[in-house]
């Protein structure tokens, strides 16, 4: 008897949906998206109201066909993507694709993968919900037409292979925002006074305690006038005041908390929280894990009422419901929350971190708040009329801290509240010593992954699915880049009155604006920004990203026609994109730093073709000899100061000799390298070339020569090892071969040497059809059978699907005529060298 055949997006999910449903069904996975827009003319048709054009890539050929025969076997097929707008529209594609009609199928929703919600969710089947589908193909087309027409502006406008979307370089423009608030933020100082007092605790030990002088002392001079003024005095408590106090836990877990959480409990980016919560969900272990409710069905209360009222008792429980910011919300119908309150924790390590996490949140927000008596006391000083304060907090009950405390993003906050011993008004205090001490006001701290998602969701820029992929783009295209920063030593002023009621003056260093995994923008990504705030305002302005937002949801409302929307926002962005290429002027990025002194020649920092650069001279002069020095890697056109520039002129540099031979340290096109003998060996990132010196650079040459060294030979030519960009290899005849798993890098023998180069030369073998070296065009066998690899490009054979056999036999003009149809002018460029001449000409110069 045939089965049912429901479609899940992931394997994983398959599985764990297979055994809860039994024999009445066939789970299987279309692994994601089956779908996407052609290339051509963007995949959309402008004149037929936005009308996307949809293919199967290459790669989900294999799964689409194996989905067809099972889709005729079946009984009848149902879809059960996820349940956002995403899943939706992987639904409506494989009903597409499979030929089944959207207003018959089966499509059923859940946002746990437990057996009572899919029992119930295929009791209960649904159709597909087009307004969702349409949501989501708005969000497509829109940010397909702004990457699509932005993107070769910027090629043309700033420079070439850049890409600019709807979200992303808005994100980008948040952070260049604060970096630029950050660099021009001068810092001000003033004096905080503190006093320290003896005492004695309710078990008559002696303690020392704390209270706070006026708010802010704005001078030296002013701190030491008030200091002055406490000569010889006697301090007397002068009232107490004790007010309760509570603490209210935070709301479950939705994708953007989680992110945020996990960054400052777990160490987390974005990216890798979304693995790990996809991986739990997939597994049954939490509900959905996009979202940006904050609800809890009845059934999960009940089960953390219990969990709770087990565990710690009744007086620990006290229900709650918390409201969504966002009250379009639509995305998910509850919190991330586990599946089962009884499961406390989960096998895999990374896995259990985050589940319990999420597990001790989820319980938390249901707990009775932390209750606290706070104390403040005010304090006399018997030579002028000013008062200090002190403050203390004394835990009564500890509700839902006995299980959890949220995170904060201000690293900089402390806190300040303590216990204060028993007083009583009128008590004369122990003076131990005052200080005033020199503080300094902060700029705003740099984003972190996660604080970037608080802000880009308090702004309403994106939504729960758009978060991670979008900091991991904007990375990834270098318009920002993820690191640390060394803090700056700054001197700070401290004055103490003793006991004995003298007034001491030192001072001491403290390390400043050192910071962890920020988000700092390159200078690419300063340039970028500021031509796209200079010619695209509207599509760069936050609160009109946001707007774009609050339109897909009405439309997955079904409130508003997508095409239309689109619409509205297209006509007048396509004329922008045509002024802007039309009228603008080539973005230069360049900051004048100043002269040489010795020549008068002009000194620049600008954005160069390999990076940001310095440049003395003039390249308009064809009499000049410019040179050319790369930025250090935590350097910015932007700050960078003359001095610092002129420091960068010092390359070349010989550092000595070693075994009779000159060491050279440098900078070239791929990084700064060790020149000894024909041998130029790159610096690792953490080397500073202008700092390397002799035993350092040779430590890097024997370090080459040791991974140089020959581990066997083949056919009588050496053999070595190493590791790069897609992990360890073998070399031998310029051949690359990567080490696959079974194979122990550390211990290759010669066995697993001649195996490994063996397997090499047979698959190049099977690998070339025909091959033209001189035209750099050959026909290869790929995966999805034979292809045209012109250069780095790797084309399609067109006019029909060519069997190996029928592509040796194709003649070389035919193959060209091909390349020429999908890559136009390809041979064009190759007839006109002139044009490339007076280039060449001058790139030597910059060399030299």
């Known amino acids: 008897m045939s089965k049912n055949l429901l479609i899940v997006e992931s394997p994983a999910k398959a599985k764990t949906i297979e055994k809860i449903l039994g024999n009445d069904f066939d789970v299987r996975s279309c692994y994601g998206h089956i779908r996407d827009l052609e290339k051509d003319d963007m995949g959309i048709d402008l004149n037929n109201h936005y009308l996307p054009r949809y293919k199967v890539p290459e790669d989900k050929l294999k799964v689409v066909s194996e989905l067809k025969s099972l889709a005729k076997k079946s009984k009848e097929v149902w879809l059960a993507s996820d349940e956002d707008r995403e899943g939706e529209s992987i639904s409506w594609h494989l009903a597409e694709v499979l030929g089944l009609d959207p207003k018959e199928t089966k499509r059923i929703v859940f946002h746990e993968i437990t057996a009572p919600a899919i029992k119930k969710a295929v009791a209960n089947p649904r159709k597909i919900n087009m307004d969702l589908v349409n949501a989501q193909q708005a969000r497509r087309v829109l940010d397909r037409l702004v990457g699509f027409e932005l993107s070769p502006v910027l090629w043309k406008k700033v420079q070439p292979s850049l890409s600019a979307g709807r979200v992303q370089s808005v994100a980008v423009r948040l952070i260049v925002d604060r970096e630029r608030e950050i660099n021009h933020f001068v810092p001000e100082s003033s004096y905080k006074v503190e006093a ?16 706070e002088g006026p708010s802010k002392v704005a001078t030296l001079q002013n701190a030491q006038q008030f200091l002055n003024t406490c000569i010889n005095a006697n301090y007397t408590v002068a009232s107490i005041e004790v007010k309760p106090a509570k603490r209210t836990p935070a709301a479950p877990f939705t994708t953007s908390t989680l992110q945020q959480e996990a960054s400052r409990k777990l160490g987390y980016g974005v990216s890798k929280t979304m693995l790990i919560a996809q991986k739990l969900y997939e597994h049954g272990h939490i509900t959905y894990m996009r979202t940006d409710s904050f609800n809890l069905s009845d059934t999960a209360l009940a089960d953390i009422s219990k969990e709770i009222n087990t565990a710690f008792g009744n007086k620990y429980h006290q229900p709650r419901k918390f409201k969504n910011k966002n009250e379009s919300a639509q995305e998910a119908h509850e919190a991330i929350r586990p599946t089962y309150m009884s499961h406390h924790t989960v096998a895999d390590e990374d896995g259990r971190r985050l589940y319990e996490l999420i597990w001790k949140r ?44 949220e995170g904060r993003d201000d690293e900089d906050e402390e806190d300040t509240e303590g216990m204060l011993p028993p007083l009583s008004i009128g008590q004369v205090l122990d003076f131990k010593e005052m200080t005033a001490t020199e503080k300094f006001t902060r700029a ?12 880009m969701e308090e702004l309403g820029i994106g939504r729960p699915s758009t978060y991670a992929p979008t900091i991991t783009t904007i990375i990834k295209r270098n318009y920002v880049e993820k690191r640390d920063k060394d803090g700056v030593k700054r001197q700070v002023n401290i004055l103490r009155l003793t006991a004995n009621n003298e007034i001491e003056k030192s001072m001491l260093m403290e390390n400043t604006g050192a910071e962890k995994a920020k988000l700092f923008p390159t200078d690419l990504g300063l340039v970028v920004t500021d031509f796209l705030n200079q010619h695209f305002k509207k599509v760069m302005d936050f609160s009109f990203t946001a707007k774009i937002e609050e339109e897909f949801d009405q439309i997955a409302e079904g409130k508003i026609i997508w095409s239309n929307m689109i619409d509205g926002f297209y006509k007048p962005f396509h004329t922008n994109i045509e002024n802007t290429l039309e009228t603008a002027e080539r973005a230069k990025g360049e900051r004048e730093l100043g002269f040489v002194a010795e020549t008068g020649k002009k000194v620049i920092a600008r954005m ?19 040179r050319f020095a790369k930025l250090k890697a935590n350097q910015s056109i932007e700050t960078i100061t003359m001095d610092q520039a002129m420091e960068l002129f010092q390359l070349p540099r010989s550092l000595g000799e070693y075994n009779g031979e000159e060491l050279i340290v440098n900078i070239g096109r791929f990084g700064p390298y060790v020149k000894y003998k024909d041998q130029f060996i790159s610096l690792a990132k953490t080397d500073e070339p202008l700092e390397i010196d002799v035993a350092r650079a040779v430590e890097l040459i024997e370090q080459k020569n040791q991974a140089d060294a020959a581990i066997g030979y083949f056919d009588k030519k050496p053999v070595t090892k190493g590791k790069g960009r897609f992990g360890p290899f073998i070399k031998w005849d310029d051949l690359f071969i990567n080490i696959p798993k079974g194979f122990d890098y550390d211990h290759l023998t010669q066995a697993d040497i001649n195996t490994l180069i063996e397997k090499k030369l047979e698959k190049e073998a099977n690998r070339y059809i025909q091959q033209w070296p001189t035209e750099k065009i050959t026909i290869e066998n790929g995966r999805w059978g034979p292809f045209v690899r012109f250069g780095k490009k790797m084309l399609k054979l067109t006019g029909k699907k060519y069997t190996a056999e029928e592509a040796a036999t194709l003649p070389l003009e035919s193959v060209k005529a091909m390349i020429e149809a999908q890559v136009p002018g390809a041979f064009a460029k190759k007839a006109a060298p002139a044009k490339k001449a007076a280039p060449k000409k001058k790139a030597a110069v910059k060399k030299k």
């Open 608 to 626: 160069g073709k390999y990076g940001p650069m310095v440049q003395i001279g003039d390249t308009s002069d064809e009499n000049e000899k410019p």
């Open 196 to 211: 320290f007092f003896a005492a004695k605790d309710i078990n008559n030990k002696p303690v020392t305690f704390k209270a």
């Open 444 to 455: 705003a701290a740099r984003y972190t992954e996660a604080s970037l998602v608080k802000k």
């Open 362 to 405: 989820t319980i938390a927000s249901q707990m009775s708040d932390a209750e606290f008596e706070k104390t403040t006391a005010k304090i006399n000083i018997s030579t002028n009329k000013e008062q200090l304060a002190a403050t203390g907090e004394v835990m009564k009950f500890d509700g839902f801290l006995k299980v959890y405390l």
